[in-house]
């Protein structure tokens, strides 16, 4: 199997798929293979990168213990 290889702007373009696993084998494989080569997509890709850690750990909401509390006691009038 022969992967044809990407320039950088197909690079960037796919890269938040690429992050997400929302491409093709065969591009992963190409994407893969560019960013190992290129400096500048390396870069792009790192910051893509760290900016969806940022907003997977700004999405991550803790429920108040109060909240919790109040639940299992409107559970427990119920049952």
């Known amino acids: 199997m022969t992967i044809e290889p990407i320039d950088c702007e197909e690079c960037q373009e796919q890269v938040h798929e690429y992050l997400q696993r929302e491409v093709s084998e065969d591009l992963?494989?190409?994407?893969?293979?560019?960013?190992?080569?290129?400096?500048?997509?390396?870069?792009?890709?790192?910051?893509?990168?760290?900016l969806n850690q940022v907003i997977k750990?700004?999405?991550?909401?803790e429920t108040?213990?109060?909240?919790?509390?109040?639940?299992?006691?409107?559970?427990?009038e119920l049952g």
């Open 28 to 50: 992963a494989v190409a994407i893969t293979a560019h960013i190992a080569n290129c400096d500048h997509c390396e870069e792009i890709y790192n910051t893509e990168d760290q």
């Open 57 to 61: 750990n700004a999405c991550q909401v």
């Open 64 to 76: 108040p213990e109060q909240v919790i509390a109040r639940i299992r006691q409107h559970i427990a």
